[in-house]
């Protein structure tokens, strides 16, 4: 069994050069001894190494989709000004305020100076570095256009993180109205209705149906409140473990999904966009549209897309034309079939799909802006029934006992 390579750690060192002037900086290595051998390496006389003090509440340690994004940007950006692979390592890992990224941005120019490619380096990171950015960025490295490939790969980034952005604002602000329906409805059962109920207690004459079910409902609340809490939380642990676990319960969510009113548009658009987005970049870094489409199946976000890509697939590798495939589907609407058609016969599929893309993730824009303004009144009908529905069951006996004294 191969011995695990031991973890590097951040040093912070004071040193001199051969000339005698002072410098400060950071660096990484498994230890104090290792950093200072490297230094010495460097041409610095270390005379302060010591390990770098982390935050104080810990600092972000997590690798989020954007921070990758940003990464293909920043080195585009410094090998399209000149500056050598390793050293723009060194200035994004160095002043990267995400530790894990540090880290891992470090590890990579290890790696790099190790003598590997940096599509090698990157194809040890397969949670943060996909099979697409991989191959692009091995495309570039092989043709010399490698800050040309970041720079795409950049764009695709930015573009689909913020497609996804916009989709999940669309799926959450439904279930926040929600959320915040049942927290008010709750506390106003817990503490404001048994208020009420001491009140009419000193009435002696019978409540409203209405009043009588509200107090029952308070009473269940004000009892089994736990209980009701553990289930909820209970069910959403059992749906997110159902849904990493099983293709079936996965696909059928993604079913349903596409059919439900303006979500299933917002779900259908942003997924076609996510297509037509990334065949646009595997088609300019010249990938074959056979092997391109594993990597589309993947990025378009849901199960049925995803199945119908590997179907694509196989009519491709067997000479049928992509927008015969497409069309076969039957889950492509024929604006994009006939664009890509079009891009098909006069040899500019890439810019055709570019049009697509920008077309749908517009589209999706406006279903998101249109969905939040359509909720806002939405949320108050709701909460409006909720808490006035409440409020009203309360005060009825209140009025009931002043048209009596009336």
């Keep these: 069994m191969a011995k695990k390579p031991a973890e590097k750690i951040e040093f912070t060192y004071e040193g001199t050069d051969r000339k005698g002037k002072k410098l400060k900086g950071e660096l990484f290595a498994i230890s104090d001894t290792a950093a200072k051998s490297d230094l010495r390496k460097q041409g610095i006389n270390p005379l302060r190494v010591k390990k770098k003090?982390?935050?104080?509440?810990?600092?972000?340690?997590?690798?989020?989709?954007?921070?990758?994004?940003?990464?293909?940007?920043?080195?585009?950006?410094m090998m399209k000004s000149g500056v050598p692979l390793v050293q723009s390592f060194d200035i994004i890992g160095l002043g990267h305020e995400n530790l894990a990224m540090q880290k891992m941005i470090m590890d990579i120019k290890a790696t790099v100076e190790g003598g590997s490619t940096f599509a090698d380096a990157l194809h040890k990171y397969p949670l943060h570095f996909d099979k697409l950015f991989v191959n692009l960025v091995n495309a570039g490295e092989q043709s010399g256009a490698l800050e040309t490939m970041l720079d795409k790969l950049a764009t695709y980034k930015e573009k689909t993180e913020a497609m996804k952005a916009k989709v999940k604002?669309?799926?959450?602000?439904?279930?926040?109205?929600?959320?915040?329906?049942?927290?008010?409805?709750?506390?106003?059962?817990?503490?404001?209705?048994?208020?009420?109920?001491?009140?009419?207690?000193?009435?002696?004459?019978?409540?409203?149906a209405m009043t009588l079910f509200v107090i029952a409902l308070s009473e269940f609340m004000q009892a089994?409140?736990?209980?009701?809490?553990?289930?909820?939380?209970?069910?959403?642990?059992?749906?997110?473990?159902?849904?990493?676990?099983?293709?079936?319960?996965?696909?059928?969510?993604?079913q349903i999904s596409l059919k439900l009113p303006i979500i299933g548009e917002i779900t259908t658009k942003s997924s076609i966009a996510r297509y037509s987005r990334t065949l646009e970049t595997m088609s300019v870094a010249g990938v074959p549209l056979v092997e391109a489409m594993d990597s589309v199946a993947g990025a378009t976000g849901n199960i049925v897309y995803e199945q119908a890509c590997r179907v694509i697939k196989e009519d491709i590798s067997s000479g049928t034309q992509l927008t015969t495939s497409m069309r076969a589907t039957g889950l492509f609407p024929n604006m994009a079939i006939q664009m890509v058609s079009i891009g098909e016969e006069a040899g500019s599929l890439d810019f055709m799909l570019s049009k697509v893309a920008d077309f749908y993730e517009a589209e999706v824009d406006n279903l998101v802006d249109s969905l939040t303004s359509l909720m806002e009144p939405m949320i108050m009908a709701v909460l409006g029934v909720l808490v006035g529905g409440l409020i009203v069951s309360m005060y009825l006996p209140i009025f009931m006992l002043g048209n009596v004294v009336g």
């Design 169 to 208: 604002k669309a799926m959450t602000y439904p279930i926040a109205v929600l959320v915040i329906a049942f927290i008010v409805t709750a506390i106003l059962l817990i503490f404001v209705v048994p208020q009420f109920k001491e009140v009419f207690s000193s009435f002696g004459a019978e409540l409203p």
């Design 53 to 77: 003090a982390q935050p104080l509440f810990g600092g972000k340690t997590k690798i989020l989709p954007a921070d990758i994004a940003i990464f293909s940007r920043q080195m585009s950006t």
């Design 224 to 254: 089994y409140w736990w209980a009701f809490v553990l289930a909820i939380g209970v069910s959403i642990w059992f749906l997110k473990r159902l849904h990493s676990t099983s293709a079936e319960f996965r696909k059928r969510v993604d």
